[in-house]
């Protein structure tokens, strides 16, 4: 199993809950990357680091949105105080030069985050 | 502003009918295309990279190929087991590293 994974699988959260979601990248891989998948929709772009270093966030939508690599393995997204329009799937990938540049990015499985 | 747009949104076949699905895009400047299959509650699985037009790429009953302006993903005699959506994304020179995703193609072959 050397793929990316992503914890939890699923989450269900209150209006106005803080979330966490948790991405593993392939051993290895320099670049990780963040998107979010609504309902019938392609990937959106959230954000992107290459190591800890968090080079792109320019697809995040609000400050309430947080990610964070800090050893430049193992990432965490965080949602603070969730609104419904934070449902969606939320997608990790990994990619295994610096460059992030005409690299394949291998994707998790995804967190699907329901917010009542 | 990159856009990348799949056509058709749906398609149904038969098992051996082959079709072709579309991806037309507009970057700036283009680094690579990319095609991914997902299957329901699964992140996108790679199947192809394209980085310039003319380049074509296959494996087993899927082919892809590159213009300048569109992607085509040829399918031959397909099987049940190739129903999934198929998504397109370029990564193009002026806008970092990340993929701009298509709505994706929704394959359905039936037996």
């Known amino acids: 199993g050397a793929g990316v994974s992503q914890s939890p699988r699923y989450k269900v959260a209150k209006r106005g809950q803080d979330v966490a979601l948790r991405c593993d990248p392939i051993?290895?891989?320099?670049?990780l990357f963040w998107y979010q998948q609504a309902l019938g929709q392609g990937p959106e772009f959230l954000t992107y680091?290459?190591?800890?270093?968090?080079?792109?966030k320019s697809g995040l939508p609000s400050d309430r949105f947080f990610a964070e690599r800090p050893e430049g393995s193992v990432s965490t997204l965080k949602i603070q105080r969730t609104q419904q329009e934070d449902s969606a799937v939320y997608l990790c990938a990994s990619s295994l030069g610096g460059t992030g540049a005409r690299e394949t990015q291998y994707f998790g499985p995804g967190t699907r985050l329901l917010v009542l | 502003e990159d856009q990348v747009t799949q056509s058709p949104e749906a398609l149904r076949l038969q098992e051996g009918e082959s079709s072709s699905l579309n991806c037309s895009y507009t970057v700036s400047g283009l680094r690579g295309l990319f095609w991914y299959r997902q299957d329901p509650g699964k992140g996108p699985e790679f199947l192809f990279t394209l980085y310039s037009a003319g380049e074509e790429k296959e494996k087993e009953r899927l082919k892809a190929t590159l213009t300048k302006k569109e992607s085509f993903l040829h399918i031959t005699a397909p099987k049940p087991e190739d129903s999934a959506t198929y998504l397109c994304a370029v990564q193009a020179s002026g806008s970092g590293y990340a993929l701009n995703f298509g709505k994706g193609t929704s394959l359905l072959v039936t037996p």
């Open positions: 680091f290459q190591n800890e270093a968090q080079l792109d």
């Open positions: 051993s290895g891989h320099v670049s």
